[in-house]
């Protein structure tokens, strides 16, 4: 049985069956310099296909990692814009019932959190 997949293996180029290539026997090769001229033609052609198509997978797979690194990072940025809304209320709640120093800290820290909250969803991954 291993037998046999290896000598299926070694009868196919890309998928496609060599004991009949380009629509070629190789009887038809046989002292027929044009046949092998166009198989080597049809060859090449499945290599600069098959090479097209590796280029276009790479570049495909860089544009999906550049989304998902962007993707968390406006994610996060979004946890941290929420997270300054609740932080910022705090503060002014706590700064009009005249709890200056845990308002003016609490305020402080909300504002920092929409700084890298903007940050993170503007500004990181631009460089």
Not at 43 to 57: C, F, G, H, I, T
Not at 88 to 107: A, C, D, K
Request: aromatic letters at 8%; zero cysteines.
């Amino acid at each position: 049985m291993a037998e046999e997949n290896s000598s299926k293996k070694e009868q196919s180029i890309l998928g496609l069956s060599t004991s009949d290539l380009a629509g070629l026997s190789a009887d038809d090769l046989t002292d027929n310099p044009t046949a092998i001229k166009m198989i080597l033609h049809y060859y090449r052609q499945l290599v600069d296909e098959n090479m097209a198509l590796k280029n276009d997978k790479n570049t495909l797979k860089t544009y999906l990692d550049a989304y998902t690194k962007h993707k968390s990072n406006a994610a996060t940025g979004a946890i941290l814009l929420a997270m300054s809304n609740v932080s910022i209320g705090f503060g002014v709640n706590l700064l009009s019932s005249e709890h200056y120093w845990p308002g003016t800290s609490t305020l402080i820290v909300g504002l920092s959190m929409i700084i890298a909250g903007i940050y993170f969803s503007f500004g990181k991954g631009k460089r």
